[in-house]
């Protein structure tokens, strides 16, 4: 069964790989989603797949790339909404 994952990391995050390493680290537990930059120096991620899977993914948030500070990993589950096709980074 499939569920979400809505997440928020802080820490030293930004400008540091953290999008490109959640994006990776997402397609290979083939999962789906979205990661973004938030304004105040967080890091968002939806992502959607079994829970196993999800769960696996949270413990690699909390370790981040190599130039990373994961100072928190703040998250929530609910139910999976099937909105995503891919594991996309966003720009904005």
């Known amino acids: 069964m499939y569920e979400r994952l809505e997440a928020t990391i ?6 540091v790989m953290f999008r490109d390493f959640a994006q990776r680290k997402a ?6 989603g979205i ?6 120096g967080t890091v ?17 948030l909390h370790r981040g790339p190599l130039l990373a500070k994961v ?3 703040a998250y929530s589950w609910k139910p999976a909404t099937g909105e995503y096709a891919s594991f996309t980074l966003s720009y904005d």
């Open 35 to 40: 990661v973004r930059n938030n304004e105040d």
């Open 27 to 32: 397609h290979g537990l083939k999962l789906t």
């Open 44 to 60: 968002s991620i939806i992502a959607e797949g079994p829970k196993e899977n999800l769960e696996q993914y949270v413990l690699k």
């Open 71 to 73: 100072e928190g990993v």
């Open 10 to 15: 802080s820490g030293r995050v930004q400008k």
